[in-house]
């Protein structure tokens, strides 16, 4: 459940910041994550995971809005934000993820 609302505020931070694409905010997403740039090819995975998230939420509108819970984010579809919940939630559980121990 931690790791849920975890990545409901990531997605809601990354969501109300101004991006002027998805590669930027996922540039972003990773940066805070891991504390470097993501490669080309990182990048181009998380891009990928992204548009998959993307397709399988608005075919389960449902399951978005389960997902979303009552964490809302202002100006975004249920289903855009379930995306942005998804890959967020990937991030957070890297291996390399920054952690204080």
Do not use: C
């Not at 504390?35 to 990182?42: C, F, L, N, Y």
């Not at 964490?71 to 990937?90: L, N, V, Y």
């Amino acid at each position: 459940e931690s790791f849920l609302e975890a990545s409901q505020a990531f997605a809601k931070r990354l969501l109300s910041q101004p991006a002027t694409d998805d590669a930027a905010r996922l540039t972003h997403a990773f940066r805070l994550s891991v504390a470097r740039m993501p490669s080309d090819r990182e990048l181009h995975q998380l891009a990928d995971l992204l548009a998959v998230n993307r397709e399988f939420y608005r075919a389960h509108q449902d399951d978005a809005k389960k997902l979303v819970g009552s964490s809302t984010i202002s100006g975004s579809s249920p289903d855009e934000s379930a995306a942005w919940i998804a890959t967020a939630r990937i991030l957070l559980n890297l291996d390399e993820f920054i952690t204080r121990e």
